[in-house]
Structure formats: structure tokens, C-alpha cells
């Protein structure tokens, strides 16, 4: 069975992978690897009700039991990094 639901304050260390191979693929990983700081921002903002990301991140666990994929519906969503 497919679970889709949305993301909980819980989910962080199943969640960080997730994110840190989004961030690998697009080459920010190693020396170009985003600074801890953006990544507790980006997970704060799942929560944080001034945001318009809150309530908005999805997280899909597979029949393994796993998470699979995560989600955060936002059309903000920018990086600024070099």
C-alpha cells in the first residue's frame, strides 16, 4: 500500500535524505553542498503558518514502509546560492 500524506514534525530524519538527494542532483552536495542553516529553514517552514509552504509538503510512503518522496507544493520556493 501507497501512503501519501502530509509531512510531521516527526518525519525529519526520514525526510533529510529525501532532501539531501534533491540537493545532490542539482549538484549542491560536497563543497557546493547547501549550508545546515537553509536546510532548518526549508523544514521549519513545512510548520510555520506565516509561510506559505505550511501545511503544503507531502511525504509518499511505499510499500516497504519507507518514505519514498516528499513534496512541498509552493511556487516560491527559491534558492539563492552561488
Do not use: H
Not at 545546515?36 to 509518499?60: H, M, N, Q, V
Amino acid at each position: 500500500m501507497i501512503e501519501i500524506r502530509p509531512v510531521r514534525p516527526t518525519d525529519y530524519d526520514a525526510w533529510l535524505p529525501l532532501w539531501d538527494g534533491y540537493n545532490e542532483f542539482y549538484g549542491r552536495a560536497g563543497a557546493t553542498a547547501l549550508d545546515p542553516a537553509i536546510t532548518e529553514t526549508t523544514w521549519k517552514r513545512f510548520f510555520d503558518p506565516g509561510e506559505p509552504s505550511a501545511d503544503r509538503g507531502r511525504l509518499c510512503r511505499g510499500p516497504s514502509g519507507r518514505l519514498e518522496a516528499g513534496v512541498l507544493a509552493n511556487p516560491g520556493v527559491q534558492y539563492s546560492g552561488p
